[in-house]
């Protein structure tokens, strides 16, 4: 079956814009989680959606947002951009349920803001 | 909250080595735990994992676990490295209905011809 899926795979943003990604989970999938991932910082956890519902959120600001389509892709929205937000977001899918599942990663979207 | 400490930032083996990756973790209650592995330009892939039972775990690749709850570790081992296991592993830690896992810092892993 497919994998998961992130776009773009790429991204170029000025400071101060906005910008959405993308994440198709596998299919059957209800529980989409978002991660940061930084040379500095590592993989830091943004939030978790679960049946279009948000269920976990990370300790980022609220220029970080997200939502779950009732099919269960998701996206993430970043507003003003800082320098700083640059970075791999890895998007990861899992049946969810009450033990954690297992996550399959998509293959990151990598956002460079200048 | 959960957490995880890898120990070793990078390693060097060499081909046909031996190969152990060092993970210890902190949490209160049972803890749900993983290995991913990531190459570069990549998402992670999924090793192993650790919910209960047996305490060591078979993964992909010819990669296995072991937990030890008196020492909080969860080291990966492998008998015989390849070239092509050069990559960085990352230890993670979950939680019940929760699926916000604490991952390690990484260990890079470069494996010598």
């Known amino acids: 079956k497919a994998g998961v899926t992130q776009t773009p795979r790429y991204l170029i943003k000025t400071r101060g814009q906005q910008v959405t990604l993308s994440c198709s989970p596998i299919?059957?999938?209800?529980?989409v989680s978002w991660y940061q991932q930084t040379p500095g910082q590592g993989l830091q956890f943004l939030f978790e959606?679960?049946?279009?519902?948000?269920?976990n959120k990370g300790n980022f600001p609220g220029r970080f947002s997200g939502r779950q389509f009732s099919n269960s892709r998701s996206e993430m929205n970043v507003s003003t951009l800082e320098l700083g937000d640059s970075a791999l977001y890895l998007c990861?899918?899992?049946?969810?349920?009450?033990?954690?599942?297992?996550?399959?990663f998509g293959q990151g979207t990598r956002l460079t803001v200048v | 909250a959960q957490s995880v400490t890898q120990p070793d930032i990078h390693i060097t083996v060499s081909e046909g080595a031996s190969l152990e990756l060092r993970c210890n973790y902190s949490y209160g209650a049972t803890p749900y735990l993983f290995w991913y592995v990531q190459s570069p330009g990549q998402g992670l892939q999924l090793l192993l994992k650790?919910?209960?039972?047996?305490?060591l775990v078979q993964g992909i690749k010819g990669f296995e676990a072991e937990f030890k709850r008196s020492q909080s570790s969860f080291n990966l081992r492998k008998p015989s490295v390849h070239w092509s296991d050069a990559a960085e592993y990352f230890c993670a830690v979950g939680a019940w209905n929760n699926n916000d896992m604490r991952f390690g810092a990484g260990t890079r892993l470069t494996v010598k011809p």
């Open positions: 650790y919910f209960s039972g047996d305490t």
């Open positions: 990861a899918s899992s049946l969810g349920g009450g033990r954690p599942g297992e996550a399959f």
């Open positions: 299919s059957g999938h209800r529980s």
């Open positions: 959606y679960f049946s279009e519902t948000q269920r």
